[in-house]
């Protein structure tokens, strides 16, 4: 058996038929691309508003405010976990942004800085119960979704005395901090909005992490099998709680953008948007039971969600109708991806 | 008894590692124990690991293997008796801790996260990494190039590191977790019954690298439930049982009839050709039972037969 003579120079004769197409159809966001393809020829050939420019940028815009959420989403099922309290910790991060900096007449930017320490924290505390406790993250987010949605409400009734928090354009470091998370760069003389561009850099970011560092590695044995992952040294705990704390990082982001967009929050939002994130997160081929997926999958997953709902508006269909495709879009990429991953896997 | 006992005493003060010439063991456990609440899961268990020789760590389901491997590899840890590491006692909070002086363990079931590729399993938890602080990257065709290196060196055609390690036989995956631990400088080799899922031929290609393993110089812990398998290979042989040390021989002291029988129970087997004969059971199972009993006591361990 030693003296197996392996021919590590030539290309092993069996590798030699997985050509490139096949290499392609192993990955993981390739149900998502052809769905997406399919969608923007369908739309494009419905309504001509959709393609113009002014649209697609529209159409980004909407696809970031899921998308830069699915990063962080994304990554965390493929470590194996998932989040139901990103919707509403995005809201409690605006909140805590916009009561405090108006509550103690800082400087804008001092909320905004706290804001991203309780993001962080959030994401902290949901990771380190679930380490603790070892229960699914199902019941554990789902406590903080339901504690953190209390919260919202109560806290801004009770400092700001209404349902929304108070307006804060006329502060210090309002104007810079809306150039930053709310401002639009013009492109061909198309206004294109930041979010789409912080969206862009974070898939880069974390597709970088998740492919070529270490910690990437990490995330993905994890989610494949965290006991396997344990006991050849990988720091389960610290990469699990990390990457929850990733998550809090992008609800600060969208926080951010949501609250300087406008001025103010209504404390009651962010209720459903979880699963939006997740739904991108699947459509973009990412294994709800971890282990596998890509961050470039969740943002086609994204980007799929603002084309569907954008794309009904133009095509001047009634958007009652835009939950049904969701749904059917959910059903038929997860069937995809299954079929896709399947015939990858036996065609070797 | 035929077989004589390895003098535990002995064994602890005089043997000498073989490769350095001194007087300590690459790893004991003297008189080691661990209980799980009131549950005794592993009393009073003595055993040495050198350079360059099998230690075999044979019993029946429940004997309290694994706990004892978990042990080892700092999984967990125990709560009687000393370990010790290059004549240093140790206590293991963590496997990471019993992979940094190099104890490397192969389980049976958990060595390898499925659907990861083979160079990413390869290199799990001790990635290659170039570049500076946060810029610090995986250098990740070397990975690969090691990889697929290192495989062939032990032996092992791969078709491609980039598969999915999910879809290599429970031999080949066994051998690339092996091949792993070698890599990463392991002094100490745990291998979780690496044969129990495997076919025959699947079964001496581990054994194989086992012997390879050995020969680089490797202490191995070779746990099992099959004296044929551990006869060929092992240097010492540890029989537990009811979490308890039933024996504890060196190779030249002992045959693979002995073993077996040690292993089978032979006290047991008479026990069950009674009860068999008492229940009025089919005359040819019990014939069976008894030309087994036998067997077994013609082979050795007479004393425990007669009691």
Known sequence: ??????????????????????????????????????????????????????????????????????????????????????????????????????????????????ALAVSLTIGFINGWILMKTKLPSFIVTLATFLMLTGLNLGLTRMI?????????????????????????????????????????????????????????????????????????GVPVKATKIGLFMAVGFCGWILGMHNLFAFDAVQSGEGVGNEFLYIIAAVIGGCLLTGGYGSAVGGAIGAFIFGMANKGIVYAQWNPDWFKFFLGLMLLLATIVNLIVKRRADSSK | ??????????????????????????????????????????????????????????????????????????????????????????????????????????????????????????????ELTSGFGPFKSMDVQKMKD???KELADMGIDLRDVEQPIGQLSGGERQCVAIARAVYFGAKVLILDEPTAALGVKQSGVVLRYILQARDRGLGVIFITHNPHHAFPVGDRF??????????????????????????????????????????GGHGDIVKEVQAEVAETASAGAPTQLRS
């Not at chain 1, 197409?21 to 393809?37: C, D, H, S, T």
């Not at chain 1, 697609?56 to 998308?67: D, E, F, N, Q, V």
């Not at chain 1, 809306?178 to 979010?195: E, Q």
């Not at chain 1, 970011?205 to 006991?231: C, E, H």
């Open chain 1, 160 to 232: 700001g005395g209404g349902v929304s928090s108070p307006s804060i354009s006329t502060m210090d470091g309002y104007q810079a901090a809306r150039a930053i998370f709310a401002s639009s760069v013009n492109i061909a003389g198309v206004g294109v909005n930041n979010t789409v561009f912080i969206w862009i850099a974070l898939v880069a970011v974390a597709s970088w992490v998740l492919l070529r560092t270490k910690v990437g590695n990490w995330i993905f044995a994890v989610g494949g099998d965290a006991n396997a992952a344990r006991a050849v």
């Open chain 2, 1 to 126: 008894m035929n077989a004589k006992q390895i003098d535990q005493q002995q064994l602890l003060k005089d043997e000498k590692d073989p490769l350095t010439h001194t007087p300590v063991h690459l790893l004991s456990l003297a008189n080691v124990g661990k209980h799980y609440g009131n549950i005794v899961a592993l009393t009073d268990v003595t055993l040495a690991v050198d350079n360059g020789r099998v230690t075999c760590v044979l019993g029946d389901n429940g004997a309290g293997k694994s706990t004892l491997i978990k042990i080892i590899a700092g999984l967990h840890q125990h709560d009687e008796g000393v370990l010790h590491v290059m004549g240093e006692e140790r206590k293991f909070g963590s496997p990471r801790d019993a992979l940094d002086v190099g104890i490397a363990t192969v389980y049976q079931d958990l060595a390898v996260v499925p659907l990861m590729p083979i160079w990413r399993n390869f290199f799990l938890g001790s």
């Open chain 2, 146 to 148: 090691i990889t697929k």
């Open chain 2, 238 to 279: 540890l029989l537990l049982k009811r979490g308890k040390s039933i024996g504890y021989y060196d190779k030249k002291d002992i045959t693979l009839d002995e073993l077996t029988a040690q292993m089978a129970g032979g006290a047991e087997l008479a026990e069950l050709a009674h009860e068999l004969e008492q229940l």
């Open chain 1, 1 to 114: 058996m030693t003296q197996v003579a392996v021919k590590l120079k030539a290309p092993d004769e069996r590798v030699a038929k997985r050509n490139p197409f096949q290499k392609l159809l192993a990955r993981p966001e390739v149900g998502a691309l052809v769905g997406a393809i399919v969608l923007f020829v369908f739309f494009a050939s419905v309504s001509q508003t959709f393609i113009q420019p002014a649209s697609l940028a529209t159409i980004l815009y909407g696809s970031s405010t899921i998308g830069i959420m699915a990063v962080g989403v994304s990554l965390l099922m493929i470590g194996g976990e998932f989040d139901l309290s990103t919707g509403v910790a995005v809201i409690s991060s605006a909140l805590t942004a916009s009561m405090f900096s108006w509550y103690f007449s800082t400087n804008v930017w001092v909320g905004v800085l706290l």
